[in-house]
Nanobody, 123 residues
Framework: QVQLVESGGGLVQPGGSLRLACVVSGRTLSSYSLGWFRQAPGKEREFLAAITRSSEITRYAGPVKGRFTISRDNAKNTVYLQMNSLKPEDTAVYYC????????????????WGQGTQVTVSS
């Protein structure tokens, strides 16, 4: 069984930065592509970023492109999401997920999910 545990969320002022981490256990991280998603109150879960097994390719959603960066360290079984220039509309619960596909932004393509970490952007 694969388990994912996110950390690094919290309260940050507009314009600030946070780095989220997601530790994967149960199987070798390099077996999966990885993605980050978020869900704000009353909204559907949305794709943010994805990365292939060996980090050759990354993909980003429009609202975060240029502000967020996904990376991974297979030796540490960890995937990261560096978030810069945060805005109040970035407030949400952030989730990491693992997929058997090469790289994908579709929620249904992800096999395993973490429990989420809250990010609140407010002054």
């Amino acid at each position: 069984q694969v388990q994912l545990v996110e950390s690094g969320g919290g309260l940050v002022q507009p314009g600030g930065s946070l780095r989220l981490a997601c530790v994967v256990s149960g199987r070798t991280l390099s077996s999966y592509s990885l993605g980050w998603f978020r869900q704000a109150p009353g909204k559907e879960r949305e794709f943010l970023a994805a990365i292939t097994r060996s980090s050759e390719i990354t993909r980003y959603a429009g609202p975060v492109k240029g502000r967020f960066t996904i990376s991974r360290d297979n030796a540490k079984n960890t995937v990261y999401l560096q978030m810069n220039s945060l805005k109040p509309e970035d407030t949400a619960v952030y989730y990491c997920a693992a997929s058997r596909y090469l790289i994908t932004g579709a929620l249904s393509d992800y096999d395993y999910w973490g429990q989420g970490t809250q990010v609140t952007v407010s002054s």
